[in-house]
């Protein structure tokens, strides 16, 4: 008994298909595939191209060399790729960020709720020294 996937519409072209895993219909995932092996095929030819070269030259999107990328499938081929970090622009082979931009992030939020646990306890500090019962019904 063969088990059919769920039925959706591609987010490539809209189409109708039973989903198998790969988020696209056939015909989409065989335009896929064909893309892959010519950016696969002018790394090949060009080992030292960058992302931007390659979809240039390819004409593939620059978020399907970035999935080949991390997916290894050029280091596979003896070939180191790398797509720049999207704050600094440093060579990164996963993620979005590099490690030092990565890390400086962790800093900030470290430093921001250090901050606002420190304020916190100034507020409790403060309400905590407040006389209590003398506001505006005093005993005369």
């Known amino acids: 008994m063969i088990m059919a996937g769920k039925i959706k519409n591609c987010q490539y072209c809209g189409k109708l298909y039973a989903e198998i895993g790969r988020g696209m219909c056939p015909d ?5 595939d064909k893309k892959i092996e010519e950016v ?4 090949r030819a060009n080992p030292g191209a960058k992302v931007p070269e390659i979809v240039k030259e390819t004409g593939a999107h620059e978020t399907l060399i970035k999935r080949l990328i991390r997916e290894g499938r050029f280091e596979q081929m003896g070939v180191k790729m790398t797509y720049p970090c999207e704050k600094c622009g440093a ?3 996963t993620g979005k960020l590099c490690q ?3 890390d400086a992030i ?3 939020l470290q430093a921001t709720q250090e901050k606002a646990m420190k304020a916190k306890s100034i507020m409790k500090e403060k309400a905590a020294a407040k006389p209590r019962g003398q506001g505006m019904h005093s005993k005369f």
């Open 28 to 32: 989409c995932l065989a335009k896929e």
């Open 40 to 43: 696969v095929t002018f790394v």
């Open 91 to 93: 060579p990164i082979i």
């Open 100 to 102: 030092n931009c990565s």
């Open 106 to 108: 962790k800093q900030e």
